[in-house]
C-alpha cells in the first residue's frame, strides 16, 4: 500500500516537472515574440517619423519607406510600408511650414 503511494506521488512530481517545462518554453516564445514585435513597431513609427518631418521637402528623401497620399487640404496620409503598418494624418501649415501630427493608429489587414 505504502508502495503505491510512493509510486502515485513520484508520477504526480515527474508530470509536475513536464507541466513546469512546457510553461517555461511557453513563456519564453511569448517574450520573444513581444519583443519582436515592438522591435518592428519601433522601426515602423521611426519610417513614419522620418517621413512625417520631411513632407515639406519630399525630394530630400533618399529611401521612402512611407506611403504619402494627400486627404484634403493641406492634410496628409503617411502610412509605413512594413509590417506593423502604422498610419497618421498630418495637417501641414502653408506659412510656417510646421507639421502637426493628428492622429495615428495602428492598420491591420
Same mark, same amino acid.
Given at each position: 500500500?505504502?508502495?503505491?503511494?510512493?509510486?502515485?506521488?513520484?508520477?504526480? /512530481?515527474?508530470?509536475?516537472?513536464?507541466?513546469?517545462?512546457?510553461?517555461?518554453?511557453?513563456?519564453?516564445? &511569448?517574450?520573444?515574440?513581444?519583443?519582436?514585435? @515592438? &522591435? +518592428?513597431?519601433?522601426?515602423? &513609427?521611426?519610417?513614419?517619423? @522620418? /517621413?512625417? &518631418?520631411?513632407?515639406?521637402?519630399?525630394?530630400?528623401?533618399?529611401?521612402?519607406? /512611407?506611403?504619402? @497620399?494627400?486627404? %484634403?487640404?493641406?492634410?496628409?496620409?503617411?502610412?509605413?510600408?512594413? +509590417?506593423?503598418?502604422?498610419?497618421?494624418?498630418?495637417?501641414?501649415?502653408? +506659412?510656417? %511650414?510646421?507639421?502637426?501630427?493628428?492622429?495615428?493608429?495602428?492598420?491591420?489587414?
Amino acid at each position: 500500500m505504502i508502495l503505491a503511494w510512493v509510486i502515485s506521488l513520484l508520477l504526480l /512530481c515527474s508530470s509536475l516537472i513536464v507541466y513546469l517545462e512546457r510553461l517555461t518554453v511557453l513563456r519564453v516564445m &511569448e517574450v520573444k515574440t513581444i519583443e519582436y514585435a @515592438q &522591435e +518592428k513597431f519601433i522601426a515602423a &513609427e521611426k519610417s513614419v517619423l @522620418q /517621413c512625417e &518631418e520631411s513632407i515639406t521637402n519630399l525630394s530630400l528623401l533618399i529611401e521612402n519607406h /512611407c506611403f504619402i @497620399q494627400p486627404a %484634403g487640404k493641406n492634410r496628409w496620409l503617411i502610412s509605413s510600408k512594413e +509590417k506593423p503598418s502604422i498610419q497618421i494624418h498630418v495637417l501641414v501649415d502653408e +506659412k510656417s %511650414g510646421t507639421v502637426t501630427r493628428l492622429n495615428w493608429r495602428q492598420a491591420f489587414e
